[in-house]
């Protein structure tokens, strides 16, 4: 069965201290690979999408890195404003009718206190 | 710029009592549409996709449905509300191609109690 792990479950940093979320899957022929971050009551916000090993993506404090079976999110010094849960999702090989489905992770809470 | 709203934001509903839940998207065309939900503020879980007005797919069999009447409107409903579907409803969209699919973007959501 096709799996997307996150880990870990919840972090808490202190402000300015570097660490890395990690994402990983069991999806045969891996269409796309997306991060996104949600904030208590609010729908999910897209940060990055992923296609091959290899790739990187930065945002402000944020990179995301991907190889053939896991996907990782750098945070570099992070701020308190960067606290929210960190969802991944993969994304299934590509057919006309089904409307390019994605399978979500669980998510990683991200704490960071000043 | 594309905007995608949902309403209402939240909502107090009995067991046994219908739902009607809309999303509506701005800004695109033929859009792909989704119903997620998604319990204990964490994992989404697909309800339903569409790929044009008329065209629903399942995913998972439940007392809920889907309807996509217009090209940017996508409803969920019930006739009869069930406790386990209060949750987190989110409705996203992506942008339709026939053989390549790019994120979707998701909603503010809406808040189901079911009492």
């Known amino acids: 069965e096709d799996q997307v792990t996150q880990s870990p479950e919840a972090l808490r940093l202190q402000e300015g201290e570097s660490s890395s979320l990690n994402c990983s899957y069991t999806?045969?022929?891996?269409?796309?690979l997306f991060w996104y971050r949600q904030d208590p009551g609010k729908g999910p916000e897209f940060l990055f999408t992923?296609?091959?090993a290899g790739e990187e993506k930065e945002k402000e404090r944020l990179k995301a890195t991907l190889t053939k079976k896991e996907s990782f999110l750098h945070i570099t010094a992070p701020k308190p404003e960067d606290s929210a849960t960190y969802l991944c999702?993969?994304?299934?090989?590509?057919?006309?009718?089904?409307?390019?489905?994605?399978?979500f992770g669980q998510g990683t809470e991200l704490s960071v206190k000043p | 710029s594309q905007t995608i709203h949902q309403w209402p934001a939240t909502l107090v509903q009995p067991v046994g009592s219908p739902l009607s839940l809309e999303c509506t998207v701005e800004?695109?065309?033929?859009?792909?549409l989704y119903w997620y939900r998604q319990a204990a503020g964490r994992g989404l879980q697909l309800l339903f996709y569409?790929?044009?007005?008329?065209?629903i797919s399942s995913e998972v069999p439940q007392n809920l449905s889907a309807s996509r009447p217009q090209d940017r409107q996508f409803i969920l409903s019930s006739k009869k509300l069930l406790l386990s579907d209060s949750g987190f409803y989110l409705c996203?969209?992506?942008?339709?191609?026939?053989?390549?699919?790019?994120?979707?973007?998701f909603g503010p959501g809406t808040r189901l109690t079911v009492l």
């Open positions: 999806v045969s022929g891996l269409r796309g």
């Open positions: 996203a969209w992506s942008v339709r191609g026939s053989f390549s699919y790019n994120e979707q973007f």
């Open positions: 800004g695109t065309s033929n859009p792909n």
């Open positions: 992923l296609y091959s």
């Open positions: 999702a993969v994304q299934f090989p590509p057919s006309y009718n089904q409307g390019g489905k994605l399978i």
């Open positions: 569409s790929v044009g007005i008329g065209q």
